[in-house]
């Protein structure tokens, strides 16, 4: 078990990118939850996938706390 997960998933974000991708339903089915009994996770999103990020967090058993912005275009969501 894992007190702190910084993830920076592949969305799918409609480009073509020199990486694989996931679905947002495979997003969502990862079993990250199963990692931490308690913690921290930081989930970089794209700002298409904010709300699928929310949706993700809820889903792997974490509550939503906040967001920071980081560049021009990407944020950064964090929750316990």
Known sequence: SVDV???DP???ISMNLPYG???DEEMMNLKIGALSNEGVIFLCVTTRAIELG???LQQWGYQYRGNK??????EVTYCW
């Open 5 to 7: 997960i910084m993830a």
């Open 10 to 12: 592949p969305w799918d």
């Open 21 to 23: 991708t996931m679905k």
């Open 54 to 56: 929310r949706a993700c």
């Open 69 to 74: 912005k980081k560049g021009k275009d990407k």
